[in-house]
């Protein structure tokens, strides 16, 4: 435990130092072998069956899906869709922010796409619009981890596969969470706006003409809307597994961004396909190492180790969760989501087995932890992204930020934690699992 606890602090001080997060994982894991006698030849043989893996697969492939779509056009006609319904609001650009990056993450299962394809439209229109840029900023930034929530969530793919469970009730698990934080994020935007006279609204327009716009929007939105449909009914129905159905988003993103939306040409679809390369080498060389370290620790017993010390600091289930919550927040605040969630799924999936915790459960609490984190400083990966696209400093949109985490998410991650049944409401009714 002592060398385990050793490890894990050279790693958050790399990361804290900016070496990239695989060379950093890959220093920790490596260090932690050498320092317990563990074979690193059979640990380098795991981390090579792991990431080759069949189910795995469904990792590029739903990379590829997201930036097919992002590139194809899909995020324009999402955001005049859901426009068509509440644009002409006071703050309604800041509901079709919050909207469209939880139907983004539908499609996408991944935060940083949505804070690339919805940011670059959004803050910048709504600065137009008169908002300030600092709400703009934040909103989107908080908003884009609703991908964690709304399947396919790329992370928590990587969480039940990591720890061996299914990955429909994974997500099944955070889909009420997530429509309820998209609801609380579009109220917290009307709410903070109500007095901001400087927001450009435009007039409400005829009952019959505004009904004829969401029709209109709504059918250039068509294919867009079905591709989630399509993945999700695949899964849940059985005729599909989440790497089959990945690879069907794939072959559904190429001809409807070519030839419907014609955003994509057959040039960029090279170049999207290098970058999504790009993006899994990235990803797979993290979760290499992290499987080497994981088998070393359980060869080593750290989990147990730990589920013991956690038992012994307090036999109450509901102080010990406070203190995995607060340990994922911190995890979250140092790490990408993906990397969190392994981490997740190695060092306190078996504590709350342990406890007696549903590892379904154990999911949602996982995926709105790790949101929370991504976005919670002094790391904030995807916060400090979504300042990145605006071009703001971070003293402009952080207390906008606190506000939204503080009111939404926060609240969010404490209900998803003491009531379970918002996580198991859906696959026990899906899926029957008990």
């Keep these: 435990m002592v060398i385990f606890l050793i490890s894990m602090l050279v790693i958050v001080l790399l990361l804290l130092a900016e070496l990239p997060v695989a060379f950093a994982f890959g220093i920790g894991a490596i260090m932690f072998t050498f320092a317990t006698g563990n074979d690193i030849s059979f640990l380098v043989i795991h ?23 992002a590139e194809g056009g899909i995020s324009n006609r999402l955001l005049d869709f859901v426009n068509s319904i509440v644009g002409r609001l006071k703050g309604g650009l800041g ?43 934040a909103l989107v930034a908080c908003s884009s981890v609703l991908a964690l929530l709304i399947p396919p969530s790329i992370p928590m793919i990587i969480f039940s596969i990591t720890g061996g469970l299914s990955v429909g009730a994974a997500f099944l698990s955070t889909i009420i969470p997530g429509i309820m934080l998209t609801v609380i994020y579009c109220c ?78 057959f040039k960029t679809l090279g170049s999207a396909t290098v970058r999504a390369v790009i993006m899994t080498g990235s990803i797979m060389a993290v979760l290499f190492f992290l499987f080497i370290m994981s088998r070393a620790m359980i060869l080593e017993q750290v989990p147990k180790q730990l589920a013991e010390a956690l038992l ?13 919550n607060l340990l994922l927040l911190l995890i979250g605040m140092i790490v990408d989501d993906i990397s969190g969630g392994v981490l997740a799924a190695i060092i306190f999936l078996p504590v709350v087995q342990a406890l007696g915790i549903h590892p ?40 906008p930020t606190v506000k939204l985490l503080c009111f939404g998410h926060l609240p969010m991650v404490v209900l998803v934690t003491f009531v379970p049944d918002l996580a198991l409401f859906l696959p026990r009714l899906l899926m029957g699992i008990e």
């Design 95 to 137: 509901a079709v922010t919050v909207l469209t990056c939880a139907l983004f993450g539908a499609i996408s299962g991944s935060s940083s796409a949505a804070i690339a394809a919805i940011g670059q439209i959004m803050i910048p229109r709504m600065k137009e619009e008169g908002y300030p840029e600092g709400h703009a900023t």
């Design 360 to 399: 379904i459960h154990f999911a949602a609490i996982v995926g709105v932890n790790l949101g929370l984190g991504n976005v919670s400083p002094p790391c904030a990966p995807m916060l400090y992204m979504a300042g990145g696209v605006a071009k703001l400093p971070l003293n402009k949109y952080i207390v």
């Design 312 to 324: 012994m600091l307090s036999d109450n289930k509901l102080v010990i969760l406070l203190v995995i």
């Design 47 to 69: 981390g090579f069956n792991t990431s080759g893996g069949f189910a795995l697969l469904a990792l590029p492939l739903f990379i590829l899906a997201g930036i097919l779509m």
């Design 188 to 265: 917290l935007n009307f709410w903070f706006l109500r007095n901001n006279t400087l927001i450009k609204v435009e007039p409400a327009l005829p009952f019959v003409q505004a009904a004829r716009g969401v029709v209109t929007s709504g059918y250039n939105a068509f294919w867009a809307l079905l591709m989630p449909v399509i993945i999700l009914g695949a899964i849940y129905t059985g005729i599909a597994t989440p790497t089959e159905a990945a690879a069907i988003a794939v072959i559904y993103a190429i001809p409807v961004s070519l030839f419907v939306y014609k955003g994509l040409t």
